[in-house]
Nanobody, 118 residues
Framework: QVELVESGGGLVQPGGSLRLSCAFS????????MSWFRQAPGKQRELVAH???????NYLDSVKGRFTISRDVAEKTVYLQMNSLKPEDTAVYYC????????????WGQGTQVTVSS
């Protein structure tokens, strides 16, 4: 059973930076595509960034150039480096894993709060 544990959220001023981490356990990390989603109060959960098992990233248009997703195979961890943060980035951020062999095999982390405010 895959387990995802996020860390790194917090309160930051506009223009600041945070790095989120998601530790993966319970299966073979390289068999999973990894993503970060976020959900703001009263809004639907949205895909922020995705990195496939080969390391190719994709981003939500509004975070392109500010956020970077990466994965460390040795550490079995996926990161989201967030720079130039804006108040509209405030949300709970969730780590997501999807098997490349069975797309119905999906796991979520518990979420970490990111608040951008002065």
């Amino acid at each position: 059973q895959v387990e995802l544990v996020e860390s790194g959220g917090g309160l930051v001023q506009p223009g600041g930076s945070l790095r989120l981490s998601c530790a993966f356990s319970g299966s073979i990390f390289s068999f999973y595509d990894m993503s970060w989603f976020r959900q703001a109060p009263g809004k639907q959960r949205e895909l922020v960034a995705h990195i496939d098992s080969g390391g190719s990233p994709n981003y939500l248009d509004s975070v392109k150039g500010r956020f970077t997703i990466s994965r460390d195979v040795a550490e079995k961890t996926v990161y989201l480096q967030m720079n130039s943060l804006k108040p509209e980035d405030t949300a709970v951020y969730y780590c997501h894993a999807r098997s490349t062999y069975d797309t119905n095999n999906v796991y979520w982390g518990q979420g970490t709060q990111v608040t951008v405010s002065s």
